[in-house]
């Protein structure tokens, strides 16, 4: 099986990336998948008072945010250390951070000095709240995006307090939004030949993903309770239990609840003047959930899911994440990426979710060992092999 080559998607752009977490690395991550040369630039041993916060370098974490990348070991804190990041900075497309704004502003490497330095760079930066306002030197973290930007309170179950969601979607889809935003930068740049500054935040883009329930506010003036697992004004939408385990199922119009009856067997529902329409529906959802949860319990999930497939009523398994891998769909697709890795051997990662017919996305390294690509990168940028000596000696990469 031959190996699998780079994409060439984004293979003429270079990448300073100076994040860590999850937000930035996530963002880059999409980049370097696409082919773009991304410089993961991190600090010599010793040097952060912070080191590892990311976790353990060859953990499944930092392996599934960091393949794709060069390593290259640089400290910001010495002037020559600057001047070899000012140094690539002018040749270099992009630089992402998620530094709390007035850390890069300490580091002088805020927009404006690097835009002095190349007009045609593109800043991406995401914090916690924003580059400016009452917030903006606030250390931001998942959860607190969380819970500041609505999603507790719309999640879990009824009078039972806010609850997180199960994973960091406010680093992750912030991290989504600043590609986006990259990206968008980079077509104006086509036409208008310079860069600018992309910014994004754990509360704007939490604030986003809220979108309908957000709306619901906004518009209606409506503040969207706990609903569990039942959807905020669909109905029957939502899980059930069999006999051996748990379905979802979606009804959305009239014509798949009717088709729900059938597969039921209980065509008088169907026509029961309670629940005729979705406002009904939703109007006596606790008794309609009361007796479909009844009927759902005699049969096993694989019967029901065959039957509601037939009748084209939404439904699906609810998997744990070992489930998820097995499921021909999910095998099919091929999101699982097998990688090897030095240490760990053959692994698998997370691929993207997004199929190009020309240039897709491709996974060809894992997470290089820490600036394992220093000399390679600084001898592209002009340095010779006195100078690089030197800055090692000294402790600069």
Request: glycine content about 10%; charged content about 20%; hydrophobic content about 40%.
């Amino acid at each position: 099986m031959s190996a699998p080559q780079p994409s060439t998607a984004l293979a003429n752009l270079c990448v300073l990336d100076l994040t860590r977490a999850r937000a930035g690395p996530t963002c880059c991550r999409i980049l370097s998948d696409f082919g773009a040369d991304v410089i993961k630039i991190e600090a010599p041993p010793g040097v952060d008072p912070n080191e590892g916060m990311s976790g353990v370098r060859d953990g499944s974490d930092m392996l599934n945010l960091h393949r794709n990348k060069r390593s290259l070991t640089l400290n910001l804190k010495e002037q020559a250390g600057h001047e070899i990041f000012m140094r690539l900075v002018k040749s270099a497309d992009v630089v992402v951070e998620n530094f709390r704004p007035d850390v890069k502003e300490r580091m002088e490497i805020a927009y404006e000095r690097l835009k002095a330095a190349n007009p045609r760079i593109i800043l991406a930066s995401i914090s916690g709240f924003g580059q400016s306002g009452p917030y903006r030197t606030r250390a931001g973290f998942d959860q607190i995006a969380q819970g500041m930007g609505g999603l507790m309170w719309v999640t879990g179950m009824p009078g039972e307090g806010p609850m997180r969601a199960g994973i960091a979607v406010a680093d992750s889809s912030a991290g989504i939004y600043a590609a986006t935003g990259i990206l968008v930068a980079l077509v104006e740049r086509e036409r208008s030949g310079l860069g600018q500054w992309v910014q994004t935040s754990l509360l704007e883009e939490q604030i986003a993903l809220m979108d309908f329930q957000a709306a619901r506010y906004l518009v209606d003036g409506v503040v969207p309770g706990q609903a569990g697992n039942d959807h905020p004004y669909s109905t029957p939408m939502g899980v059930f239990e069999t006999s051996d385990g748990f379905i979802n199922i979606g009804v959305g119009g009239d014509g798949q609840w009717r088709a729900l009856c059938v597969v039921l067997e209980r065509p008088d529902l169907g026509k029961a003047p309670e629940y005729a329409t979705l406002e009904l529906r939703f109007r006596n959802r606790p008794k309609l959930n009361a007796l479909l949860a009844e009927i759902f319990k005699t049969k096993s999930s694989a019967y029901w899911l065959d039957q509601l497939e037939r009748q084209g009523v939404p439904a699906g398994p609810i998997y744990k994440l070992d489930e998820v891998f097995a499921d021909p769909q999910v095998e099919h697709l091929g999101i699982a990426v097998p990688l090897h890795h030095p240490k760990r051997g053959d692994i698998r990662v997370v691929g993207q979710p997004v199929t190009l017919s020309r240039t897709p996305a491709s996974i060809v390294s894992t997470l290089p060992e820490l600036g394992s690509h220093t000399d390679e990168i600084l001898r592209g940028a002009g340095y010779s092999d006195t100078e690089i000596a030197d800055f090692h000696a000294r402790k600069i990469v």
